[in-house]
């Protein structure tokens, strides 16, 4: 990490739920929150806890210097709504295949 840059993983206690347009596309009690310097608060859900089947695989890819690359998946009516990191760099490697949404619901 760059000096002054942090990423923090914890394991989240709370239920995260994530919804779009009434639907449930993934609910988890498992989830991990990663907090990185300047940015807020992201919840990494198993894939086990996210309905994937709703979900299409985009050929959209992002590289951060701190994670690695991430590949993203699109709603019909949400492009790059989601991503993963398949191969994350050492320092984040907890969050190997975990899913983020730019939106969640910790109830």
Known sequence: MSQGHTITIDKNDEHVRVARGGQVLAESDRALVLRETGCPPRYYLPPEDVRLDLLTASDTHTYCPFKGTASYWSLPDAADLVWAYPDPKPDVAEIKDHLCFY?????
């Open 103 to 107: 939106e969640v619901e910790v109830l």
